[in-house]
């Protein structure tokens, strides 16, 4: 993360205000999802959905009149959308009036999850078996892609570590934790860098190891490059 954080530094000290962390993860995870969809595909019985659109859930603070809170959003469509884009969607949604699920540009779209929390149990229960079965229904509820965190609460340190196990009903997952510095070997030197630790579950019913794996190498890749952040200067 050490590149991605000083190119952030520089564009907070060039235009007075700071690129959300969240929104470059967003914009990394969904230009490596777009180039192999396959990776957030869901399972119905012997078939695959492969969906076009990478709609990315994920967690963010949002103030209320009972204190910041953390509030469900979706990004839809975050593969076609600049970092800024993302960026200024997210800052848009925290100032919205808080709702059950919300979905960045289409506060509607996402409210079906929080309306199926206040049914009765066994209707519930049988809402989310019915669910589960039906692609299209959760593509359109929570997304293809999920992101949780814990990184805006651990924040920056070389003392507390911690990474959430990533779990729940997304085909790709990712638990966030929060930056480290420590030290890394840059050519022949030993430097501090700075490292994200992260959990990731994939769907095994719909990718392989290796397509996993080939996965995990082009993300590091972005990661490493702080793809995208050169479009704001």
Request: glycine share 14%; aromatic share 6%.
């Given at each position: 993360m050490t590149e991605a954080q000083?190119?952030?530094?520089?564009?907070?000290e060039k235009k007075g205000e700071t690129t959300s962390?969240?929104?470059?993860?967003i914009k990394c995870i969904a230009q490596a999802v777009s180039e192999d969809k396959r990776v957030q595909a869901y399972r119905k019985g012997k078939h695959l959905f492969v969906f076009e659109d990478v709609d990315v859930a994920f967690v963010m603070d949002r103030a209320s009149d009972s204190g910041e809170m953390v509030a469900n959003a979706i990004m839809r469509k975050a593969d076609e959308k600049s970092l800024e884009t993302i960026h200024q969607e997210i800052r848009i949604a925290q100032q919205e009036k808080p709702v059950h699920g919300t979905s960045?540009?289409?506060s509607e779209e996402a409210r079906l999850a929080g309306r199926l929390q206040s049914l009765p149990g066994f209707v519930r229960r049988l809402g989310v078996w019915w669910y589960g079965r039906n692609p299209e229904l959760r593509k359109r509820a929570q997304g293809?892609?999920?992101?949780?965190?814990?990184?805006?609460?651990l924040g920056t340190s070389s003392s507390m570590w911690g990474c959430p196990i990533?779990?729940?009903?997304?085909?790709?997952m990712f638990g966030i934790s929060?930056?480290?510095?420590?030290?890394?070997?840059?050519?022949d030197q030993i430097l501090a860098r700075d490292y994200?630790?992260?959990?990731?579950?994939f769907d095994h019913y719909a990718v392989d190891g290796a397509?996993?794996?080939r996965f995990l190498k082009r993300l590091g890749e972005l990661f490493t490059c702080a793809y995208g952040i050169d479009r704001l200067d």
């Open positions: 000083t190119m952030l530094h520089r564009s907070r962390f969240t929104a470059w993860l960045v540009g289409e293809t892609v999920g992101i949780t965190s814990v990184g805006n609460i990533a779990t729940g009903m997304f085909p790709l929060g930056i480290a510095r420590k030290p890394g070997i840059v050519g994200l630790s992260m959990s990731i579950m397509e996993a794996a």
